[in-house]
């Protein structure tokens, strides 16, 4: 191809890209970031300030909420790790061929089942009149209808459930790579179960850990679904005040500076996380 | 020394028990939404009244079926020509990223690879805001300065088409690039030697080279657009698709078996497209 025709080529390919890149995700998340810093001082009329963030951190509700959500966040994503590991683990290394894709395929059925239908299930079994209350007291362990949903941990179990095979994908990908003899070498060497795990599998496996860890973190931080239909009104989620303040309220300007914050707030915290691991982005997610 | 005294293997059977209870966890809320479809009576719970398919076939109140409950019929048809509009759209712009990605050579490539993957960490909240305000802004610019009402930049199915473009067309880009990324360029260069040109190799060697990943791309867009919920709630008008009806009907009416029954039309139609698009990824690796 010569020259002329090449520089064509990336220009008629470059297009779309740039279209869509720039018309949905840049310019739209430059918006709200403008939008933020907007202030309403009267009807149609807008001066530029900090006065919708400064809102944020003057109501504790507000702040409190985000916090809620980090710490939610940061427990579900652990809690993940460390149901999904043992998981990960026997798909990787212990299961039988066969059954290994078997059971990988089992793992992303909730992926092919929307987020609604999975919500849906788990008020099914969960509510006073659920099958889990119902069954409990068929077998005589509580008296009276019990309420499982519209609570903390409610919101935990279904959050896990629908990020799961977010940390199970990366953790085998990367498990599968380990060569079986380094943790025969480890037993051989005199190390105990805890010390393979702890100082070979684990450290081995520390790049499937983080980019799982990220992901799961993120999808759980920025869901919506999951904890107001799981946590009712106590769920008390930071996306909730973000669909409030824009739909509800229809204070764009708050709903925008919320947004940011939600952006920053969660970017930093991943970015926390990979200087406590002492792993970079490139050197995780790119990997997996 | 009997087996159940063997330390290693009761530790092995508790893994393996474990692992067991995993799947049951798996399973559980599925089952549970689905099985309900088929309950006789008006409330997803129990206890068992007998089957019946009231839930989907029943034609007057109070058991109302699916598939004649006007309102969820018509969420669907919106659902589906949504769904079928992003996987069009983000297929024709995954396939030209795929190859301006895999190969072309252009400035600040890395940078805009960035970019590529970074709508995938957005929350589908904040990018369902982020188009809300900038296609307002561009409809009210227009409005204030020239007195042009522009209509489909408000709320309604193209600014939801659009939105759920922004992140699925991500998606079908990465699935195209790597089936790319094993295509032997001897092929294409064979063909240039046998004197065909640019755009017949394209049509006859490349392009069918990568159907199977494009029509995989393309059920796996519309799986996700059909289920988008985050981003179609900033994002819609008047015309719901089923997940905002389906929603709303949780939120407000409180639930009858009825959703157990789109539950399960839905998790039906999941598992078909699933099965689908598996058997393509067989037939790819021949």
Redesign the interface.
């Known amino acids: 191809?010569n020259q002329d025709?090449k520089r064509l080529?990336?220009i008629l390919?470059?297009a779309?890209?740039f279209l869509?890149?720039v018309?949905?995700?840049?310019?739209?998340?430059l918006?709200?970031f403008v939008?933020s810093l907007k202030e309403k001082i009267g009807i149609g009329q807008y001066q530029y300030g900090v006065g919708n963030y400064a809102e944020f951190f003057l109501e504790p509700i507000y702040w409190n909420t985000l916090l809620r959500t980090a710490v939610m966040s940061i427990f579900v994503t652990i809690v993940t790790l460390i149901?999904g590991f043992?998981?990960a683990f026997?798909i990787a290394k212990?299961a039988k061929k066969r059954v290994k894709a078997g059971?990988f395929?089992?793992?992303l059925?909730?992926l092919?089942?929307?987020?609604?239908?999975?919500s849906?299930?788990?008020?099914?079994?969960l509510?006073e009149?659920?099958?889990i209350s119902?069954?409990l007291q068929n077998i005589g362990i509580i008296d009276a209808p019990v309420e499982f949903l519209y609570n903390d941990v409610a919101v935990v179990v279904g959050l896990v459930?629908t990020v799961?095979l977010f940390m199970i994908v990366p953790l085998v990908t990367t498990l599968e790579g380990m060569d079986d003899s380094l943790v025969e070498a480890g037993f051989n060497l005199g190390g105990s179960r805890l010390t393979v795990l702890r100082r070979i599998i684990i450290p081995y496996a520390m790049p499937g850990i983080v980019t799982g860890c990220i992901?799961v973190f993120?999808l759980t931080?920025?869901?919506?679904?999951t904890p107001i239909?799981l946590g009712g009104k106590n769920s008390q989620w930071f996306?909730e005040q973000?669909?409030d303040k824009?739909?509800t309220h229809f204070n764009?300007e708050a709903?925008?500076a919320f947004?940011v914050l939600?952006?920053v707030f969660?970017s930093l915290t991943v970015w926390l996380g990979l200087r406590l691991t002492g792993q970079t982005l490139s050197s995780t997610v790119a990997k997996g | 020394m009997t087996n159940t005294l063997d330390p290693v293997r009761f530790l092995r059977s508790c893994?393996t028990g474990?692992?067991v209870v995993?799947?049951i966890?798996?399973?559980?809320?599925?089952?549970?939404?689905g099985i309900?479809a088929f309950n006789d009576s008006m409330?997803?719970?129990?206890?068992w009244q007998g089957f019946t398919l009231d839930w989907f076939f029943n034609d007057s109140e109070p058991k109302l079926g699916m598939f004649h409950d006007r309102r969820l019929i018509k969420g669907l048809m919106i659902s589906f020509w949504i769904a079928l509009l992003v996987s069009a759209l983000s297929i024709?712009?995954g396939t030209?990223?795929a190859?301006?990605f895999e190969r072309?050579d252009?400035p600040f490539k890395n940078f805009?690879y960035i970019?590529?993957v970074?709508?995938l960490?957005?929350?589908?909240?904040?990018?369902g805001?982020?188009?809300?305000?900038?296609a307002s802004?561009i409809a009210n610019g227009f409005e204030d300065n020239w007195g042009i009402d522009l209509e489909f930049l408000r709320p309604g199915l193209i600014l939801v088409v659009?939105?759920q473009?922004?992140f699925v067309?991500t998606i079908t880009t990465l699935v195209i690039a790597a089936r790319l990324k094993k295509f032997d360029i001897e092929l294409e260069e064979a063909a240039l030697n046998l004197g065909a040109s640019?755009m017949r190799i394209l049509r006859t060697v490349t392009l069918p080279f990568l159907r199977p990943a494009m029509i995989g791309a393309g059920i796996v867009a519309f799986?996700i657009s059909?289920?988008n919920?985050?981003t179609t709630?900033?994002l819609v008008g008047s015309d719901a698709p089923l997940?905002i009806t389906?929603?709303d009907r949780?939120a407000k009416v409180g639930?009858t078996p009825v959703?157990?029954a789109v539950?399960f039309f839905?998790?039906v139609g999941?598992?078909i497209?699933?099965l689908l698009s598996?058997v393509l990824q067989k037939g790819e690796k021949v």
């Open positions: 191809m025709s080529a990336i390919l470059f779309p890209f869509w890149i018309c949905l995700i840049v310019l739209p998340h918006g709200i939008l149901i043992p998981i026997y212990l059971l395929l089992l793992c059925i909730p092919w089942v929307s987020d609604l239908v999975r849906f299930g788990w008020i099914v079994l509510r009149t659920g099958i119902s069954f459930y799961m992901v993120m931080a920025g869901s919506y679904l239909l996306t973000i669909y824009f739909i764009w709903g925008a947004g939600l952006l969660t | 893994y474990y692992v995993f799947f966890y798996l399973a559980a809320p599925l089952i549970a939404a309900f409330f997803p719970a129990l206890p024709f712009v030209c990223n190859f301006l072309m252009f805009c970019l590529l970074v709508p960490v957005i929350p589908g909240v904040i990018l805001i982020a188009i809300l305000v900038f802004d659009l939105g473009f922004s067309t640019r799986l059909f289920e919920f985050n709630l900033m997940t389906m929603y949780m639930s959703l157990n539950s839905l998790m999941s598992f497209l699933a598996v």
